[in-house]
């Protein structure tokens, strides 16, 4: 579990390496950038710092954008983190070519210091894993790299049920807009909570496909209380059959009549039922993103029974499983 969020922020900022490599989709980064400079803004005082990064200081030709030119080389950048945006890649098959062509990037990524945080999205995380850095450690990425990704890099602990993954040396993110809960989780450990909010009503955008009505709000993206986040990533990552109050007050360290007035002032909801909605959210999401068949959802996400997790997303959404996965799968 990431560590407990402590706003107002650390000094002194943190300073964030924004990495330009051949071929990369540096959006995420241009977004990264304007909410670095929006929170240094709402705070009135630096929260992070940005600066562009590159192999070496040749202009770098993006994907289907101009040719940037970084200001420093990554090993030469005094950083403590480094953000890797994802690349076009037309097949999740066949990771090995665009792999060798970054081999300048990938040994760069390597090099880096220990203490400095790799923070990776979407198709970039096979960059970061790809430096060794994600070895033995969880990680994400995106849903469709998932086979590609546990051939070649069977010695990351995948987490593809997880949109977020917070490591000791390592975060990752799942999709395009992954740079999203990267930057939100970190601002959350250096901006007050009233802050943060704004800059989630102003800059960050929730998923682009729309949720079903009974997972609306029960998303990382969605929650201003820093302890519902860490909350909602727990019950992300224990079995849906282990999921007790007690056991998430104790994780959080306060008290379970606490911890249940804070989730229904929130949400509406009892905190058993909001935990039962978050392992539904996540079935849903498998629903919608992979082939598995419901009896390996069920046990991935540690349902008692696939008739279990059938009969309680029924109750949640008025559809079976098979008939939600038509109507909002990805075709």
């Known amino acids: 579990m990431p560590p407990r969020p402590t706003p107002p922020h650390p000094s002194p900022p943190l300073r964030l390496a924004l990495l330009l490599y051949p071929g990369c989709m540096p959006a995420g980064l ?3 950038a304007d909410m670095a400079r929006a929170a240094n803004l709402r705070a009135q005082e630096p929260v992070i710092h940005t600066c562009w990064v590159g192999a070496d200081l040749q202009p770098v030709p993006t994907w289907q954008g101009p040719a940037l030119t970084p ?13 890797i945006p994802g690349l076009w890649l037309s097949s999740p098959d066949g990771l090995e070519a665009p792999l060798q062509q970054l081999a300048p990037t990938v040994q760069a990524l390597r090099a880096l210091p220990r203490r400095v945080q790799m923070w990776s999205y979407c198709a970039g995380v096979v960059l970061a894993a ?48 992954g740079y999203l809960p990267l930057m939100l989780h970190a601002l959350a450990a250096r901006l007050a909570p009233d802050a943060l909010a704004d ?20 998303d990382l993206m969605t929650l201003t209380d820093p302890d519902l986040r860490r909350a909602l990533l727990w019950v992300q990552r224990s079995p849906a059959t282990a999921l007790r109050l007690d056991a998430l007050a104790q994780a959080l360290g306060v008290s379970p009549r606490t911890l249940a007035r804070r989730v229904h002032a929130h949400t509406g909801l009892s905190a058993a039922h909001w935990m039962r ?11 919608c993103d992979t082939p598995l068949p419901l009896k390996r959802i069920a046990q991935d996400l540690g349902f ?27 075709r």
């Open 30 to 32: 241009f977004a990264a």
């Open 71 to 83: 200001a420093v080389p990554l090993a030469q950048a005094e950083v403590d983190a480094v953000l």
């Open 130 to 177: 790809a430096s060794g850095r994600l070895r033995a450690q969880p990680a994400t990425a995106t849903w469709w790299l998932r086979s590609a990704l546990q051939q070649q890099f069977a010695n990351v602990d995948w987490r593809f049920d997880e949109p977020l993954v917070a490591g000791s040396t390592a975060t990752t993110a799942a999709g395009a807009n």
């Open 199 to 218: 800059l989630q009503a102003l800059l960050m955008l929730p998923r682009p496909r729309t949720a079903h009505p009974a997972f609306a709000g029960h």
């Open 277 to 287: 909605r978050i392992k539904l959210r996540q079935a849903s999401e498998a629903l």
């Open 304 to 330: 008692a029974s696939e008739a279990g997790l059938h009969r309680a997303f029924r109750q949640a959404t008025g559809q079976t499983p098979l008939a939600y996965r038509m109507a909002h799968g990805v």
